[in-house]
T-cell receptor
């Protein structure tokens, strides 16, 4: 299957700082990328959907000024958590699909465990 | 609204068979995915059903009944490494995956 690489795998940062998470599709072009957040023992929660070259679509309740998403190319999307706080500590996962509007498989990155201290 | 219902936790014995059920309600339907997620890791793809019936893939099989809003994942010859959470994720009319909390499967020797 296709490979999605997410970096870093884990990060610890101080409260008030910003953290950038990268998501790359290594062997395919991802027209659509999704960013999820998962708290312990809870389901994946979709934060935003991004299409290459356009602004991300954020889910209700997700602050777009706090979680900056950039999808500048067909192989790279980034999520920046700005002015991080301890409540932002979570597991962040990206996924990518090759197509739009068809039921293609979603390939997931390895996830990033963010701890804000 | 959109809803996924799966058992929270199941326990099974190594070498046995287990069936994880999933009922769903979505706005439109474009197929259903099953994912496996080990603790602390991202989900990995197991199966995709869009038509009614059983799809078999090695030790794992997945069944779908669209009229009943029902799917199950069948795991045979259970191994200790199958201990994980199993996520049922239907795709709605906007081709968006709808996620439940998943079923935590515990395998005992």
């Amino acid at each position: 299957g296709a490979v999605v690489s997410q970096h870093p795998s884990w990060v610890i940062c101080k409260s008030g700082t910003s953290v950038k998470i990268e998501c790359r599709s290594l062997d395919f072009q991802a027209t659509t990328m999704f960013w999820y957040r998962q708290f312990p023992k809870q389901s994946l929660m979709l934060m935003a959907t991004s299409n290459e070259g356009s602004k991300a679509t954020y889910e209700q309740g997700v602050e777009k000024d706090k979680f900056l998403i950039n999808h500048a190319s067909l192989t790279l999307s980034t999520l920046t958590v700005t002015s991080a706080h301890p409540e932002d500590s979570s597991f962040y996962i990206c996924s990518a699909r090759t197509g739009f509007g068809d039921a293609t498989e979603a390939f997931f990155g390895q996830g990033t465990r963010l701890t804000v201290v | 609204g959109q809803n996924i219902d799966q058992p929270t936790e199941m326990t099974a014995t190594e070498g046995a068979i287990v069936q994880i059920n999933c009922t769903y309600q979505t706005s439109g339907f474009n197929g259903l995915f099953w994912y496996q997620q080990h603790a602390g890791e991202a989900p990995t793809f197991l199966s995709y059903n869009v038509l009614d019936g059983l799809e078999e893939k090695g030790r794992f099989s997945s069944f779908l009944s669209r009229s009943k809003g029902y799917s199950y994942l069948l795991l045979k010859e259970l191994q200790m490494k199958d201990s994980a959470s199993y996520l049922c994720a239907p795709m709605d009319s906007n081709y968006q995956l709808i996620w439940g909390a998943g079923t935590k499967l515990i395998i005992k020797p």
